[in-house]
């Protein structure tokens, strides 16, 4: 939700059904771009969910994962998997054969984050809105930016109608690139929270002046698979 107000721009809610603030383990999510061909997205969409939810039965490190859809481009499609860390992640795609989802994508990416907050509400698993953004924070603003990021989105969770929740990643390669996964009910949620005046107008504004938007992105949600 971070930027969400500055650009009209990984879930926050209050209620009980919401997970506890984090950290209280490290743990990796993983980012998987696929680009799927041209009139074999549902075919992608029944392959991904059944190789997940075998994944969930037979790999003890592996959380879960949740499959988004692109809103500009059917067929981009973004897998957010959840890992106990990046070499569980790392050893499992060393000895596991061949996904049966490769053959029906033209091109496929993963980049493995670390997950500094998780306080995304997945109870009521709906076709929902997400929005991820890729955010720049200097080093010297780090410590800052992330309890700000958590007062922010409480905030948010506690006076917003239809926010769902919000997960804070940060890039183990470069420590000044962080990633917000936000969660609402439906675009026209998150239309009316961008009018509304600001939840914690000094949060706002302090978070607003220690980080750059790099990128926006809308996704619906697709299928989630979870222990």
């Not at 075919?43 to 499959?67: C, E, H, P, V, Y």
């Not at 993963?110 to 200097?138: A, F, H, M, N």
């Not at 969770?157 to 936000?182: C, H, T, W």
């Amino acid at each position: 939700m971070l930027a969400l107000a500055l650009l009209s721009l990984t879930l926050v809610c209050s209620c009980g059904a919401t997970r506890a603030d984090r950290p209280q383990e490290t743990l990796t999510r993983v980012f998987s771009r696929w680009t799927v061909k041209a009139t074999r997205e549902d075919d992608f969409i029944s392959s991904w969910g059944a190789t997940m939810r075998q994944n969930l039965s037979t790999t003890k490190d592996f959380r879960g994962a949740f499959l988004l859809r692109n809103q500009n481009d059917r067929t981009r499609f973004l897998a957010v998997e959840l890992w106990t860390n990046s070499d569980s992640w790392n050893a499992f795609r060393t000895r596991s054969s061949a996904s049966p989802v490769q053959s029906l994508v033209s091109s496929h990416s993963s980049e493995p984050l670390d997950q500094i907050y998780d306080r995304l509400e997945t109870s009521e698993w709906k076709r929902r809105l997400i929005r991820i953004y890729g955010l720049r924070v200097d080093e010297k603003n780090r410590n800052a930016f992330i309890d700000t990021w958590l007062k922010v989105n409480v905030a948010i969770g506690q006076k917003i109608e239809g926010a769902r929740g919000g997960i804070l990643l940060n890039d183990p390669r470069d420590r000044s690139m962080f990633y917000e996964v936000v969660r609402w009910d439906s675009f026209d949620a998150w239309k009316r929270f961008i009018a509304s005046p600001a939840a914690d107008p000094e949060a706002f504004q302090k978070i607003f002046s220690m980080m750059s938007v790099i990128s926006t992105e809308s996704f619906d949600e697709i299928d989630f698979v979870g222990r």
